[in-house]
């Protein structure tokens, strides 16, 4: 699959030359959306740059070149500046969530011990909050801006960030994300989308997820475009508000995972009156992708203007700085194979893809340079510079596919089973299923390997349960070792959205092999 290369002016010029240069007109740069109201509060280039430069001032009196600070704060205008003024001064950003529930915690401190941060910027509120927090804290809001602080001098090969994996396993993996790599992603995806400084960047996923960051906060400062965001909380409580935030910004470029597509087209019937013809593209990526809910999402706003060819299924993994394929002017590409539907996920725009043994193997300059402190790049990372994404998929007529993960192909009898085949038949197995609520996963006991599922219902009954057991034997040949109907909101999932499979086998089956 030829790509376009990434030009060389591109990967040269440092992040911030891009900041700097935004900053000699006043237009609007970042706006953070509350509610109630709504209410937007707005930074211009040169705002940025101001507090930018305030941040970097304060870093480099407690922290040295290379070291990590650590971003543990609330989704506002303080978590960009944050960001931006951490590479500034030409240290390791490391963008983390705020520290709610015990797990929230228990992954910032996981990520704590394994990039040791130098300091921490929060946000006033969280002070008391953040856990366990390694060497200086230092509140967002009480950073005075300064109008002439030096950006760093840094190689393009130097570290950017560390991007964090949304996975669930027990020690956290650190993607090192290079000036060079977050550059070479940002060319990529406003290339694909034709975006300009015109554009809009809109939406609310999280900025410590990568899709949030590179889509909201890097593209932004590389195109000087204007990003407009809110919280992923408020588009749970109201998933019309992301749709409402696309009408009123010509040109919007957006990103979300599957799920958020189902809750907007559920809500669909409360929208008022709103203009969506000039929709640039709504990405639709960092989880399975169902040709249902492109068709839902599709079916549900097609009144009020949105086009189809606007849905852009994308594919990426932070390994990869985000950004690997994705359809193109052409919109969603939804092919039958042996009977069930694929959703592809379009072509790459400057790097190369290959298929090794039914695996996706990436390189190009957007590629991470390993994880951080593990010398040995291991089995994800080759020696000639090829990421190796665990993700099982297939090109067919120059467009890609997923086809499930690696480690989650279910292999019972000789035979392969992908996760979601079987969580897609579930969920359509009875009305009562809730969509992105399943969790298909391989269990071992004394009849050797076997499929189990944990499923979302609502209101669970013997009815439901016959018809899940009879849709799996009948769709797959499998009878189902163990099925567990628990409230939707049970079933886990990983910060970026996705389900949980490793989390769900962990609690229901258990260590021993238990399924009562």
Not at 95 to 109: F, K, Q
Not at 115 to 144: F, H, R, Y
Not at 287 to 292: D, K, L, Q, T, V
Request: charged share 20%.
């Amino acid at each position: 699959m030829p790509p376009a290369d990434v030009p060389d002016e591109v990967l040269t010029t440092p992040f911030t030359d891009y900041l700097l240069r935004n900053a000699s007109e006043d237009r609007p740069a970042f706006t953070c959306r509350t509610f109630p109201g709504p209410t937007d509060h707005t930074l211009s280039w040169p705002q940025v740059l101001d507090r930018v430069r305030g941040v970097a001032r304060e870093l480099r009196r407690f922290t040295r070149p290379g070291d990590r600070v650590a971003i543990v704060a609330r989704q506002d205008l303080g978590y960009v500046i944050a960001f931006l003024g951490t590479l500034y001064a030409g240290r390791v950003a490391v963008p983390l969530s705020v520290p709610t529930g015990r797990t929230g915690r228990t992954r910032i401190e996981s990520a704590f011990a394994d990039a040791t941060p130098a300091a921490c910027l929060t946000s006033a509120n969280l002070l008391e909050k953040v856990p366990s927090p390694p060497g200086v804290l230092l509140a967002i809001e009480d950073i005075g801006p300064d109008d002439a602080e030096p950006p760093a001098e840094v190689a393009m090969t130097d570290p950017a960030y560390l991007q964090y994996t949304s996975g669930s396993t027990s020690r956290p993996a650190g993607a090192v994300i290079s000036h060079r790599a977050l550059v070479a992603a940002c060319w990529q995806t406003t290339r694909c989308y034709h975006a300009d400084a015109s554009a809009h960047l809109a939406g609310w996923v999280p900025f410590f997820h990568d899709m949030g960051l590179i889509l909201l906060v890097g593209v932004p400062v590389f195109l000087g475009a204007h990003s407009v965001f809110f919280t992923p909380m408020e588009f749970v409580r109201d998933p019309l508000r992301w749709i409402r935030l696309l009408a009123e910004h010509p040109g919007a470029i957006t990103a979300a995972p599957n799920f958020a597509f189902d809750l907007a087209a559920e809500a669909a019937g409360e929208l008022e009156d709103v203009d969506l013809s000039h929709v640039n593209s709504v990405l639709n990526g960092s989880e399975p992708i169902r040709a249902a809910s492109l068709d839902a999402f599709s079916h549900a706003f097609a009144p009020y203007g949105l086009s189809r060819t606007s849905l852009k299924p994308c594919y990426g993994l932070a390994e990869a700085t985000v950004f690997v394929t994705s359809a193109g002017d052409e919109g969603p590409t939804i092919t039958t194979f042996d009977g069930g539907e694929l959703v592809s996920v379009g072509r790459p725009y400057g790097q190369r893809i290959r298929i090794v043994d039914k695996e996706i193997w990436v390189s190009g300059p957007n590629v991470a340079d390993g994880y951080w402190g593990r010398p040995d790049r291991g089995e994800t990372f080759t020696e000639d510079g090829w990421l190796r994404t665990g993700d099982l998929g297939f090109v067919h007529e120059g467009q890609l596919y997923v086809a499930g993960r690696l480690k989650d192909l279910i292999i019972v009898d000789g035979r392969n089973h992908h996760p979601q085949d079987i969580e897609a038949t579930v969920e359509a197995a009875h009305a009562g299923i809730r969509a992105g609520r399943v969790a298909a996963f391989a269990v071992r006991d004394d009849h050797g390997e076997g499929v189990a599922v944990v499923a979302g219902c609502a209101a669970p009954d013997d009815d439901v349960e016959r018809a899940v057991r009879r849709a799996v034997s009948a769709g797959h040949d499998l009878p189902l070792r163990a099925l567990w109907l628990v409230p939707p909101g049970a079933v886990p999932r990983t910060s970026s959205g996705k389900v949980a499979r490793a989390a769900a086998r962990d609690r229901w089956w258990g260590e021993n092999g238990r399924h009562d």
